[in-house]
């Protein structure tokens, strides 16, 4: 069984859509994060939900919407999908609240969205 | 300045080869420090937490230097499976958040 599973695993789509990236874990964890990976490689936060709860939200454009039915699960949904939305997004988890200080996150294989 | 700096690499080793990289972080107040394993087009990996005395997991090393404000991963005796990007993560200082570098990539060859 894959502990952080997310889907779809690749997204070709059109400027001006809509789309949504679902994540699962199975690690029993309080604690997911969704992640953007550019082109360059560079891995940054962009939200963070504590046991459905809201806790990072970084300087993310309000087209992006994450959304915690429960614990084990998070969604992020995009509207208006831009160019620059083409990256890697990758959901984690962790088995703390504070995953700054044990370190250990898990993640997901990532969902690779490309915006033509 | 980035919160969180690496060399790029890439580099290029044979096997067998020791290797070392560093990574600096910009502020002072962070507590914590990591290296994580991404091999090409798959999810990063915890590979080790980072001590303040140094620590070690087999061929792996790493150092802490908080004075300068720097860590460092050193691996002996490469494998070609060491091939990859590595990491460096350093949490903020506040909150929750961990900050990743763009990562250092290391290929072995035969």
């Known amino acids: 069984d894959t502990a952080v599973s997310q889907t779809p695993k690749y997204l070709v789509t059109q400027m001006g859509n809509d789309k949504s990236i679902k994540c699962e874990q199975n690690?029993?964890?309080?604690?997911m994060y969704w992640y953007k990976q550019d082109s360059k490689k560079f891995l940054k936060i962009m939200f963070s939900?504590?046991?459905?709860?809201?806790?990072i939200n970084e300087t993310v454009p309000n087209r992006f919407s994450p959304k915690s039915p429960d614990k084990a699960h998070l969604n992020l949904h995009i509207n208006s999908l831009e160019l620059g939305d083409s990256a890697v997004y990758f959901c984690?988890?962790?088995?703390?609240?504070?995953?700054?200080?044990?370190?250990?996150?898990?993640f997901g294989e990532g969902s690779r969205l490309t915006v033509l | 300045r980035k919160e969180v700096e690496q060399d790029p690499g890439p580099f290029n080793v044979p096997e067998g080869a020791t290797v070392a990289f560093n990574c600096t972080y910009s502020?002072?107040?962070?507590?914590?420090f990591f290296w994580y394993r991404q091999d090409c087009r798959k999810e990063p990996k915890l590979l080790m937490s980072?001590?303040?005395s140094g620590n070690e997991d087999g061929r792996f090393t790493a150092q802490l230097n908080r004075a300068s404000q720097y860590i460092s991963l050193l691996i002996r005796d490469s494998k070609l499976s060491d091939s990859a990007t590595y990491l460096c993560v350093v949490n903020g200082g506040s909150g929750d958040k961990l900050t990743f570098g763009t990562g250092t990539r290391l290929a072995v060859r035969p």
């Open positions: 690690l029993g964890h309080d604690t």
């Open positions: 984690a988890s962790s088995q703390v609240r504070k995953a700054s200080s044990t370190g250990e996150l898990f």
């Open positions: 980072v001590y303040s």
């Open positions: 502020n002072s107040a962070s507590q914590s």
């Open positions: 939900y504590n046991n459905k709860e809201l806790i």
